[in-house]
């Protein structure tokens, strides 16, 4: 039969027309679910009955040490007690240098119970921490986690026991320094043995409860969660980009003791609210907290009834995994190699195949030409995003608008029109196949780079090179046209169904503040799909640009700042109570219009405040009548040429930390609180903050390379700028930004003791 211009036609709609079905599709399956309502079988998780914990949870700002943090606590204890449960107070004393602030300590106060397994074969520990920030009502980070949790507790505790034992973990200070899981995993027995460890956790508002993080060599935990989430939404590339981003949860001390094995979630999208004054219970999406709790109930009960003697251990190696139409596709890791290897053979004998179509001059030229969409593409992605700096600054705080669908796909547009330029371009000049060599060609060459340096990302280039290069070897040599329509669209279809999620995915995780990320997987996603570019790609390439600038116009008309969707600006005010000079500082390296009001200069206040780090945003503030914390020193003795002291150090405030420093001096020992510091922190001038400082003062004892007076400087921190002199409250459209620091208020005095 004639392979005529009008069958080739339609075959190409054919092919574009599953293919668009297919990315839609894909995209759509890693959606989260429809939440249930309040009155779902009991046996069900319900995001109706999980909010009501969120409501009451995020009725108050409930950062570590306060009343409100208390109350929460207690609600969750109540509520454990009411199932039938025993929990349990652990009172101790975390450190963690995570969160780079030097070494961190706090006062902590986890919540623990234990729901024991009928013949228990070791640990389920489900994990949550119910600490907010400072000016955070925690609706969503973590009251999301906790009322996962809450609810999973509810229908374990209603049905026969469990094989294992299940703990059920609320950590405390989690966002002042992990330091509630620190203190679990270091000092409480139930963590001596290890375990398995499901951490619930949320950076946003909205989007798909994401598996992000696991242990290594996670492949038996792994297959576990793949064979029981009912929707499994997770990908070792993100595990591999966490593993490199200097991000932690309390999933990190967990990992970091290498006796567990176990899983991080979290949803992530909706990332305005992250640690803001809007992170309330009415912003969240409900389907979230249904994707959050099912999937963790699912996981939860496969765990407690299996053999944790190898889960709890971990495996011969990690897996590579990704979503595929609401399944989780999973192969060993010591595939990547071999399916890399492979994809470059397939570029290789189909580049041999089509030489008398396309030369081999063409297709290196082409090769050659081949890295420009691949360079550009994240380039004018971050092009992108500093126009829409400029024309809107209250997005230079933020690592994505308050609605930021619009622009999203405005760079899926811009991404398209390079596409569609390029190959209108060349296309003419080099052919369709040398192009085609070209983009499977760099897929192959990428897989490859990635399975020597992340190897669980090496699936997202080295499939799509595969297929797709198998498949233009097909359209090349079979001459019947249904096999050749065939084998197009079972190779697009393998690109569509790996990448076009990857996209959805990478735009809320790193967000268009770094759009890159995306615009790259969207470019290999394009590359990918030669056989729907049509001959004449020019019209369509304009298309796609008025596209772009469409969508970039929907986006700036719908996402305005407003009273429930502010600009972020960040500020603090710091007291020097030896001078009596007061400064206001910003953290941010531009301040918007209403902080620049204060902070206008640029400054070092390193000496006198030790937590504001480098060149900051300052400006003069009246002084404040607050009192410094006061430094008593209980004890002192000399020992040859050491000198060990016992100080008191009693805020006179109310304040949620304490930070202690002993410049110019070696300090060769320390204890804060009875816990001893590590020697690995006593390098430099030592330094230690510590949150949620004891109400009867924090008891510090040093000893020093030096018998004669020593200077200390002291410093504690509170939150609310209301009421400090010649502050003037933000007006609505102008927010708090997502921040430790915002709205604190720090009070420093040196001692000489």
Known sequence: MEHTPARRTLGGLIVLVVLAGLAFLSVWTVRPPAPLAADAPGDEFSAGRAYAHVQTLGESVHVAGSKNAAAARDYIVGTLKDYGLDPQIQDAVGADDALGEGYTMARVRNVVAVLKGTASTGRVFLVAHYDSVQVSYGGNDDGAGVATLLETARILTSRERPRNDVVFLFTDAEEACLCGAEAFVSQHDLAKDGGVVLNYEARGSSGPAIMFETTRDNADVVGVYGDVAPYPVATSFAVEVYRILPNDTDFSPFRDAGRFTGLNTAYIDGSAVYHTPEDRPEYMDQASLQHHGANALAVAKAFAARDLATLEQPSAGDSTYFPVLGFLVRYPGWLVWP????????VVALSIVVRRRAGFGRQAAAFGLGLVPLALAPVLAQVYWLILVAIRPGYRQMIDPWRPEWFRAAVVALVATLLLFWYAWWGRRLGQWALAVAGFGWLAVLGIVLAAFAPGGSYLAALPALF??????????????????????????????ILAPTVMLFFPALGLA????????????????????????????????????VFTGVGLAVDRFDAKHP???????ALDTDTGQARWVSADDKPGAWAAQYASGTENVEAKFPLLHGDVASGPAQAADLPAPSLTATSST????????TLLIKPNRDVRLVYLQVPGVKVTSATVAGRAVPSDALTGDFGVLFHAPPADGLTVTLTVEQTGPVSVRVMDGSDGLAGLPGFTPRPPDVGVEGSHTSELVLVAKTYTV
């Open 339 to 346: 399916v890399a290897i492979l994809a470059l053979l397939a």
């Open 468 to 497: 797709g290069a198998l498949a233009g070897i097909v359209a090349s040599v079979v001459r019947i046209p249904w096999v050749k329509l065939a084998a197009v669209t079972i190779g697009g279809a393998v690109a569509v169904v």
């Open 514 to 549: 770094t759009g890159a990320a995306a615009a790259l997987f969207a470019t290999m996603l394009g590359l990918a799909l030669w056989v729907v570019f049509p001959r004449r790609a020019m019209w369509p390439a304009v298309g796609a640009a008025v596209l772009m600038l």
């Open 567 to 573: 600009a972020p600006e960040q500020l603090m005010y």
């Open 638 to 645: 000399v020992e040859g040429s050491r000198r060990t002291m």
